[in-house]
């Protein structure tokens, strides 16, 4: 009878440890969204969410500089992971490079600026985006999200209120960091969920894909949560 009790009482020890020591997964999201996207990804129980809150860069922030901004968001005295998307992955490789996550994961975004579409790289060398005011970009992604990811459309109100939120300067500085994005590799071993019909990073451009998502769009991470969660849970 001993024996056994004191079997039950190391179980719920052990127990009681993976619990508490499961990692903090961090959520950061895109240049046009907010902590909505992440709305529908749910975790295996232990594991807490907690979404990163953007300000607006200074100007001439960099990637790199951005990301050391926004990492005092994080307690490091715990396990933690990050999880990007799109402009948020981008940022958390930056972060990946000084934090020294469990993991970063990826989800339609880019590692490096090797991965980016030709017209990002392209304006790094003819940079169009500094005589476009912000207006105008604000207006244009306004117009050309539902038609470049009519995916969205499943989430069109929660999408249309994302991007409505986001001011011009805010808009114009964060295009100028990507553009202007320096990292061509990567120290740290990265997880990638990418759909194969994302028009906005494409699915061609990204190397070691680990989760290669059937006609997911670039807005795959709100509309398509469950898949999305079930291949996060997966990874963590």
Not at 110 to 115: L, P, T, V, Y
Not at 163 to 192: A, F, G, P, Q
Request: with cysteine; net charge positive; proline share 4%.
């Amino acid at each position: 009878m001993k024996a056994i009790l004191v079997f039950l009482f190391v179980v719920q020890l052990f127990a009681s440890w993976s619990q508490e020591t499961k990692p903090v997964v961090y959520f950061f999201q895109g240049q046009g969204s907010d902590s909505r996207l992440f709305d529908s990804i749910q975790l295996k129980e232990g594991f807490e969410k907690k979404c990163i809150e953007y300000g607006t860069p200074g100007k001439g922030v960099t990637m790199e500089e951005f990301a050391r901004e926004l990492s005092a968001q994080i307690d490091t005295t715990e396990p933690f992971v990050l999880v990007g998307t799109s402009l948020g992955g981008m940022l958390c490789t930056e972060m990946a490079e000084f934090l020294h996550p469990e993991k970063v994961i990826l989800i339609s975004s880019a590692a490096n600026r090797k991965e980016l579409p030709f017209r990002y790289r392209f304006q790094r060398v003819v940079p169009i985006y500094m005589i476009v005011p912000g207006f105008v970009m604000v207006g244009c992604a306004r117009i050309l999200q539902p038609l470049v990811e009519p995916d969205r459309n499943k989430n069109k109100e929660t999408f249309k209120s994302m991007l409505k939120e986001k001011d011009r300067v805010y808009m114009c500085r964060t295009v100028k960091m990507i553009m202007r994005w320096k990292r061509t590799s990567n120290s740290v071993e990265i997880h990638k969920i990418h759909g194969k019909n994302d028009h906005t990073i494409p699915f061609r451009n990204i190397e070691n894909v680990e989760f290669a998502v059937e006609n997911g769009s670039h807005m795959m991470t709100l509309t398509r949560g469950k898949e999305i969660s079930d291949f996060l849970n997966t990874i963590l």
